[in-house]
């Protein structure tokens, strides 16, 4: 089965065979499109009104962050999200309560990995599995990222109260 996706573009001929990396860059605009489109779907999340801008502006930096990670060699140190911090601060300026970020979060991995499916015939099998792991770990990441920079922020405003 696999020998007969990899390399192919449905017609049988050779494609062009890509990194996830260069997949997730190219594909970006309709990563976020269906991102966006599933959150829509979910009352929890939209019952903080927001336009699009406010809840898709954090994407392409925290998506760079993920194909940059993929780019690094396995035994480098990734450095941590600047735009994770930023979207945890954001988010809880606009009123997010931590479950809708942590479900946010989810949503970016099943439309990531919804977009690899999609792109199949391209990708570059031997690699796909360790990209995979290395997009879970960099999303938990910053999702981790996102709740420390939540969490310091609501611990200044416990200490303003005060």
Same mark, same amino acid.
């Given at each position: 089965?696999? &020998?007969?996706?990899?390399?192919?573009?449905? $017609?049988?001929?050779?494609?062009?065979?890509? $990194? @996830?990396?260069?997949?997730?860059? =190219?594909?970006?605009?309709?990563?976020?499109?269906?991102?966006?489109?599933?959150? !829509?779907?979910?009352?929890?999340?939209?019952?903080?009104?927001?336009? +699009?801008?406010? =809840?898709?502006?954090?994407?392409? *930096?925290?998506?760079?962050?993920?194909?940059? =990670?993929?780019?690094?060699?396995?035994?480098?140190?990734?450095?941590?999200?600047?735009?994770?911090?930023?979207?945890? #601060?954001?988010?809880?300026?606009?009123?997010?309560?931590?479950?809708?970020?942590?479900? !946010?979060? =989810?949503?970016?991995?099943? +439309?990531?990995?919804? *977009?690899?499916?999609?792109?199949?015939?391209?990708? !570059?099998?031997?690699?796909?599995?360790?990209? @995979?792991?290395?997009?879970? #770990?960099?999303?938990?990441?910053?999702? &981790?990222?996102?709740?420390?920079?939540? &969490?310091?922020?609501?611990?200044?405003?416990?200490?303003?109260?005060?």
């Amino acid at each position: 089965m696999i &020998k007969s996706v990899v390399g192919t573009n449905g $017609s049988g001929t050779p494609g062009a065979v890509q $990194s @996830v990396a260069d997949i997730l860059d =190219r594909e970006l605009k309709p990563l976020i499109a269906d991102w966006l489109a599933r959150v !829509e779907k979910e009352p929890d999340l939209t019952c903080i009104p927001l336009n +699009c801008e406010e =809840r898709t502006g954090h994407l392409p *930096r925290l998506l760079h962050d993920v194909t940059a =990670r993929l780019r690094l060699d396995a035994e480098t140190k990734a450095a941590i999200s600047q735009a994770a911090a930023h979207h945890g #601060d954001l988010r809880r300026r606009q009123g997010y309560p931590v479950e809708m970020l942590i479900e !946010e979060s =989810r949503l970016l991995q099943v +439309c990531i990995f919804s *977009r690899l499916h999609k792109n199949v015939r391209n990708l !570059e099998f031997t690699k796909l599995l360790p990209d @995979v792991v290395t997009i879970a #770990d960099e999303v938990d990441a910053q999702l &981790k990222q996102q709740m420390q920079h939540f &969490k310091a922020a609501d611990a200044g405003l416990m200490a303003k109260l005060k």
